[in-house]
């Protein structure tokens, strides 16, 4: 009796992570800047990656990350390879086939960004709703990727109006650049480093804040359903430590309205 007992406390003990030590985990990544890249050296770097790498340091979890497209990262998530990807929005649909984390960044409220030569024809309207219900707008995004409940609720009934694009953002905006579609949506804080990477011009282009935009999304951490639930709490509780509990932001500032020239495109 005393030897299975010694057993079994033995396994509790070699099942926990010792101090020290850490466990490892895949975490998928994708080009989305200035959430997460991939730098010359091949290392992940960005806003969101920063945070992860602190919250799994405190969890003693060992990030593995591997660089891929967004669309082949549902694929895997969705597969039987214990593995997680950063900064998602969660979905009904995503929900089906993944485990999410506690939020671990919140976003500020999207814009409407355009050409600024465009300008005259944007400014008649000041929601979304009425801009897409004109018919006079086609709209750009990456296929795969989710605006939140709400935005993907009113972008569906106009999907006639909607270019995908299945590769990153990066492209996306330099199919704006070439005028394949009239806008994008985009949060202020990925301005400046978006424009940056692709090496367009600040001066070219307007983000117009829209009153039927809600507040800033939440982002997760998403895993597949083959990642132990007590490592999923764990990183939760690391979460909770060095982050918080985050709350949405009040759509009360609509400083970022406009941008031009002199318009701090780091906010």
């Known amino acids: 009796m005393l030897k299975k007992t010694l057993l079994l406390l033995g ?4 099942s926990c992570p010792r101090p020290g030590s850490a466990e490892p985990l895949d ?23 920063d945070i992860a790498r602190r919250v799994f340091a405190a969890a003693q979890v060992e990030p593995q990350f591997s660089f891929m497209p967004a669309k082949r990262i549902l694929h895997e998530i969705q597969g039987d390879r214990p593995a997680a990807s950063l900064g998602w929005f969660k979905t009904p649909e995503r929900e089906q086939f993944a485990f999410f984390s506690l939020p671990i960044y919140a976003n500020r409220p999207v814009g409407v960004f355009f050409l600024r030569e465009n300008e005259d024809k944007f400014r008649p309207y000041d929601t979304l709703e009425g801009l897409l219900q004109s018919g006079h707008f086609f709209f750009g995004r990456v296929q795969g990727l989710s605006e939140g409940r709400y935005l993907d609720g009113m972008l569906a009934k106009y999907e006639d109006k ?22 994008m949506l985009m949060p202020p804080e990925e301005v400046n480093v978006l424009l940056d990477a692709a090496e367009a011009p600040k001066e070219k282009f307007m983000l117009k804040a829209m009153s039927d935009i809600p507040q800033g999304n939440l982002r997760y951490i998403i895993y597949s359903r083959t990642v132990p639930e007590d490592l999923i709490r764990r990183i939760d509780q690391a979460i909770l430590t060095e982050i918080g509990i985050l709350a949405k932001e009040k759509q009360t500032d609509r400083s970022f309205e406009v941008f031009d020239q002199k318009a701090n495109y780091s906010q």
């Open 27 to 49: 975490i998928f990544y994708f080009e989305y800047p200035p959430y997460y890249h991939q730098r010359e050296n091949q290392e992940a770097s960005g806003i969101i990656v």
């Open 162 to 183: 909607t270019v995908q694009v299945t590769t990153d953002s990066i492209r996306l905006l330099k199919m704006l650049e070439s005028r394949r579609f009239d806008f």
């Open 11 to 14: 396994a509790l003990i070699l």
